[in-house]
């Protein structure tokens, strides 16, 4: 029951977004000056953020041997979760759920550290924040920044029970708006600000690796929109995409070998071609057999048909993408 381990997520709760920590103003200080303040902070702060997130998130939920043993980590009632509605038990590490690309079946979450923010950008994001506030310091949650990604949707609720349990949580979004709506302005995750101490706030997301692969596509051509300088995006954004090129070659291999069989199931035909449908000629008594090897060669003529259909698509998919990302930059 794939409902089950979907449901907790609608029932998430949003928590208004705290302001980060705030140095003791000196005079004549500027915004300028407590942003370079903050992203000194944050320097100072990333290795602890990260051993603490490996260590009390990724380890856990990476080694456990139940959801019964998960939940007893971090003190979270089991009862919700280790049966769905029928009374089945239900698998920790279910293979529907695997991440499918030579990750380990046993690897639950994977952790995405985030780089850490340049100046100019930390400097006008805060800059950004103030005026949508009324020129009020605001303070940037998001120096200190990972995204746990996952398959398993349980997985990703009991990541958020867990952290709820671990964490102050200073602020909480559920961008999941396509369980209310079906439809959705942001990739979809649960997007949280937690107190690592003495009121730094940190940002966790939790997400979908599919919807994380579309966000890190998005995300380029934000780059773009926000650029303010053509300098700004003079690094290539878009990389031809090889694991593409890897499933055109494979598909070209299959298409090979069907056309091998076309090949060998014409050569057949040509040599049945004396013996008639009802059996009459030939040899005789064939009708069944011959109407049986000729359905079978129009099957295989339509497989190489429709494998010659997917990868000119495939092909053009790509040319496309391609096509459209120099377009932008050309503008």
Same mark, same amino acid.
């Given at each position: 029951?794939?409902?089950?381990?979907?449901?907790?997520?609608?029932?998430?709760?949003?928590?208004?977004?705290?302001?980060?920590?705030?140095?003791?103003?000196?005079?004549?200080?500027?915004? %300028? !000056?407590?942003?370079? +303040?903050? =992203?000194?902070?944050?320097?100072?702060?990333? *290795?602890?953020?990260?051993?603490?997130? /490996?260590?009390?998130?990724?380890?856990?939920?990476?080694?456990?041997?139940?959801?019964?043993?998960?939940?007893?980590?971090?003190?979270?009632?089991?009862?919700?979760?280790?049966?769905?509605?029928?009374?089945?038990?239900?698998?920790?590490?279910?293979?529907?759920?695997?991440?499918?690309?030579?990750?380990?079946?046993?690897?639950?979450?994977?952790?995405?550290?985030?780089?850490?923010?340049?100046?100019?950008?930390?400097?006008?994001?805060?800059?950004?924040?103030?005026?949508?506030?009324?020129?009020?310091?605001?303070?940037?949650?998001?120096?200190?920044?990972?995204?746990?990604?996952? %398959? !398993?949707?349980?997985? +990703?609720? =009991?990541?958020?029970?867990?952290?709820?349990? *671990?964490?102050?949580?200073?602020?909480? /979004?559920?961008?999941?708006?396509?369980?209310?709506?079906?439809?959705?302005?942001?990739?979809?995750?649960?997007?949280?600000?937690?107190?690592?101490?003495?009121?730094?706030?940190?940002?966790?997301?939790?997400?979908?690796?599919?919807?994380?692969?579309?966000?890190?596509?998005?995300?380029?051509?934000?780059?773009?929109?926000?650029?303010?300088?053509?300098?700004?995006?003079?690094?290539?954004?878009?990389?031809?995409?090889?694991?593409?090129?890897?499933?055109?070659?494979?598909?070209?291999?299959?298409?090979?070998?069907?056309?091998?069989?076309?090949?060998?199931?014409?050569?057949?035909?040509?040599?049945?071609?004396?013996?008639? =449908?009802?059996?009459?000629?030939?040899?005789?008594?064939?009708?069944?057999?011959?109407?049986?090897?000729?359905?079978?060669?129009?099957?295989?003529?339509?497989?190489?048909?429709?494998?010659?259909?997917?990868?000119?698509?495939?092909?053009?998919?790509?040319?496309?993408?391609?096509?459209?990302?120099?377009?932008?930059?050309?503008?």
């Amino acid at each position: 029951d794939n409902g089950h381990r979907y449901r907790e997520i609608e029932r998430i709760e949003e928590i208004p977004a705290a302001k980060q920590y705030a140095f003791p103003a000196e005079p004549g200080e500027t915004t %300028e !000056d407590r942003v370079e +303040l903050l =992203l000194s902070m944050a320097d100072w702060k990333e *290795k602890e953020f990260q051993d603490r997130m /490996k260590s009390e998130i990724v380890e856990p939920m990476n080694t456990a041997s139940s959801i019964a043993d998960l939940c007893k980590t971090y003190g979270i009632d089991s009862s919700a979760y280790i049966y769905d509605k029928f009374g089945t038990p239900v698998e920790l590490k279910d293979p529907l759920f695997a991440f499918g690309d030579g990750t380990p079946n046993n690897i639950l979450v994977k952790p995405r550290f985030g780089p850490p923010k340049g100046y100019q950008r930390a400097l006008a994001k805060e800059k950004e924040g103030m005026k949508k506030m009324g020129d009020k310091w605001i303070g940037l949650r998001d120096l200190n920044r990972v995204t746990f990604e996952f %398959e !398993d949707p349980l997985m +990703l609720t =009991l990541a958020y029970k867990a952290l709820m349990k *671990k964490y102050k949580v200073s602020g909480l /979004k559920n961008k999941f708006e396509w369980i209310f709506t079906e439809t959705y302005e942001q990739p979809p995750d649960i997007h949280m600000n937690l107190d690592l101490g003495e009121g730094w706030l940190v940002e966790v997301q939790l997400m979908f690796a599919s919807v994380l692969t579309v966000k890190k596509e998005l995300h380029k051509f934000y780059d773009i929109v926000r650029a303010k300088e053509p300098t700004t995006i003079l690094s290539p954004l878009f990389d031809k995409p090889k694991t593409n090129e890897g499933r055109v070659k494979e598909e070209l291999k299959r298409t090979n070998k069907a056309l091998d069989s076309v090949k060998n199931a014409e050569r057949m035909n040509q040599r049945l071609s004396f013996i008639n =449908l009802d059996g009459s000629g030939g040899g005789g008594g064939g009708s069944g057999e011959n109407k049986r090897l000729r359905e079978e060669i129009e099957e295989v003529k339509k497989e190489n048909k429709r494998l010659k259909a997917f990868i000119r698509e495939k092909m053009v998919d790509e040319a496309r993408m391609i096509d459209e990302a120099r377009e932008i930059l050309e503008e």
